[in-house]
């Protein structure tokens, strides 16, 4: 491309281009500070160029965003390429919103780094669809309780390395209670029940609906004592219920099997199994009651 007459490049015109730009446009030099913006970037941060000019990340900007642009701008100057990451911003009228910054930097004629330039493109309805869609993928859509991939997900990044406990529950005689009250009326069992387990826990533990009348509980920092006190708790939470449906007394119990142990490293699955197992032997053995122990 021809180049044009420098005539034309004047600073005043390159300031009208940059402003007649729809995207926001900023400029740092290099040590960070802000040489100058577009009337995009002025709008949307809801300040006047000439508060912005001379200033750094620190003395304009909350103190979170502040260091992510710093850091930001401290690996651009180190890599000496482009750069493309994901932040926010706050707006004029103090709304987060999420951006794409793409920057890159500016050097002189003997190649000598002298700043950066960078551009914002808002990003703030793909990122709430995608929050919209993990939440989605993570959550059983009746209980609104984490699902099984999460829980095994989750499990498999547990790091702690303090013991823990995971409850196997499972409803008992839940096919009898579809047939008694139908498909609705078991569906309104699992949300209550949902709701009594949760109440039970607390805000560090997690719990999961693994299948249709099963949850598993992840207790963090429990021992075996522990474990028996929640685990008797939800047995009682769960049994003391007054579940009505359509004028009609619902009652419900719970079987439970645990198993305590160290979860780091995706040892927590193999407790899932164990406590699995557990379950089982509390369902043949009569349900409504716990197994902790072979
Ligand atoms: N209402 C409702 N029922 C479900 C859901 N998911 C699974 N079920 C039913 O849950 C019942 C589970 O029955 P079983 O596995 O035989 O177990 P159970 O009757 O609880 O017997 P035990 O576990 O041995 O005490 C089945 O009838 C499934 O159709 C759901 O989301 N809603």
């Not at 920057?103 to 780094?113: E, F, M, P, Q, Y």
């Not at 449906?245 to 719970?254: A, C, F, P, Q, W």
């Not at 509390?282 to 349900?287: L, M, N, S």
Request: proline share 3%.
């Amino acid at each position: 491309m021809k180049s044009l007459p420098p005539s034309l490049l004047s600073p005043e015109l390159i300031q009208d281009v940059l402003d007649a730009l729809p995207a926001p446009v900023f400029v740092k030099d290099r040590h960070g500070l802000y040489l100058g913006c577009n009337r995009a970037f002025s709008t949307l941060v809801g300040k006047r160029p000439d508060e912005i000019a001379g200033k750094s990340v620190f003395n304009l900007w909350e103190p979170d965003l502040a260091k992510i642009y710093f850091d930001a701008d401290e690996a651009l100057m180190a890599s000496g390429k482009m750069q493309q990451y994901e932040a926010q911003v706050i707006t004029q009228s103090g709304e987060r919103r999420d951006v794409l910054f793409y920057k890159a930097l500016l050097s002189d004629a003997t190649g000598s780094i002298t700043g950066m330039v960078g551009t914002i493109l808002d990003i703030t309805e793909r990122k709430t669809l995608e929050r919209t869609l993990t939440a989605l993928a993570e959550h059983d859509a009746l209980t609104g309780l984490l699902n099984r991939r999460a829980i095994f997900d989750y499990m498999q990044r547990m790091s702690d390395p303090r013991p823990v406990a995971v409850l196997m529950c499972d409803l008992d005689h839940f096919k009898a209670i579809n047939d008694a009250h139908g498909h609705f009326g078991g569906d309104e069992v699992l949300r209550t029940t949902a709701r009594l387990l949760q109440a039970q826990l607390r805000e560090e533990d997690r719990l999961a609906r693994v299948g249709g009348e099963e949850f598993l509980i992840i207790l963090h920092n429990a021992d075996a004592g522990i474990a028996l006190q929640v685990a008797e708790r939800l047995l009682a939470a769960v049994s003391h219920a007054q579940i009505m449906y359509e004028g009609r007394r619902i009652d419900v119990s719970l079987s439970l099997g645990a198993a305590v142990g160290h979860a780091a490293g995706g040892a927590a699955v193999g407790l899932v199994r164990i406590a699995d197992d557990r379950l089982y032997r509390a369902k043949r053995e009569g349900r409504g009651r716990i197994v902790m122990s072979d």
